[in-house]
T-cell receptor, first 119, second 111 residues
Framework: EPEVTQTPSHQVTQMGQEVILRCVPI?????FYWYRQILGQKVEFLVS????????KSEIFDDQFSVERPDGSNFTLKIRSTKLEDSAMYFC?????????????????FGAGSRLTVL | DAKTTQPNSMESNEEEPVHLPCNHS???????IHWYRQLPSQGPEYVIH???SNVNNRMASLAIAEDRKSSTLILHRATLRDAAVYYC????????????FGKGTKLTVNP
């Protein structure tokens, strides 16, 4: 079964450092997402990405965050200058198969997540 | 902005059926009812979805009330591996709308 792959599984960084989290979405999917989950809290939407541009972003996704699809397979989340409160699990997801009907249900496939610890 | 209401936690015994309820009284006509689950230290995992009719798949069954204001996720025989947080989420028709997660129901399965 196709998977969304995320790397690294765990990253420890110092406050103020830049971090890049990487995701390989399912190969024929068109929409990509980042979510985060602070320990013990809800899964929160950060950003959605389609056709090489951001289609929607949340209030959390401020100027410190950016997303990019640098090639045909990777989808990255960059945090420019990490803060303590950025410590969380970050989940990548994808959906909408190329050629499939856009009507109907919206089923996302999530990766296993990248744990970010900011010291 | 949570549009669904679920109990915070439920408990079940292994190999017994589990019925996880969800209220969504403000559901609109084009909203699909989705269920995802999150195993410990994992990402959310799709379980099942439906619009009006009851649905079955290899993981679970989804029973939708006639007025669509509530639904129940049914695990026919709970296993220890089913211990997870279960999320009931409404999503408009179409492939690109983000999913909004609430707190979900934490299911504990006793051996």
């Amino acid at each position: 079964e196709p998977e969304v792959t995320q790397t690294p599984s765990h990253q420890v960084t110092q406050m103020g450092q830049e971090v890049i989290l990487r995701c390989v979405p399912i190969s024929n999917h068109l929409y990509f997402y980042w979510y985060r989950q602070i320990l013990g809290q809800k899964v929160e939407f950060l950003v959605s990405f389609y056709n090489n541009e951001i289609s929607e972003k949340s209030e959390i996704f401020d100027d410190q965050f950016s997303v990019e699809r640098p090639d045909g397979s990777n989808f990255t989340l960059k945090i420019r200058s990490t803060k303590l409160e950025d410590s969380a699990m970050y989940f990548c997801a994808s959906n909408v198969e190329l050629g499939a009907s856009w009507a109907g249900a919206n089923v996302l496939t999530f990766g296993a997540g990248s744990r970010l610890t900011v010291l | 902005d949570a549009k669904t209401t679920q109990p915070n936690s439920m408990e079940s015994n292994e190999e017994e059926p589990v019925h996880l309820p969800c209220n969504h009284s403000t559901i609109s006509g084009t909203d699909y009812i989705h269920w995802y689950r999150q195993l410990p230290s994992q990402g959310p995992e799709y379980v099942i979805h439906g619009l009006t009719s009851n649905v079955n798949n290899r993981m679970a069954s989804l029973a939708i009330a006639e007025d669509r204001k509530s639904s129940t996720l049914i695990l026919h025989r709970a296993t220890l591996r089913d211990a997870a947080v279960y999320y009931c989420i409404l999503s408009a028709q179409g492939g690109s709308e983000k999913l909004v997660f609430g707190k979900g129901t934490k299911l504990t399965v006793n051996p």
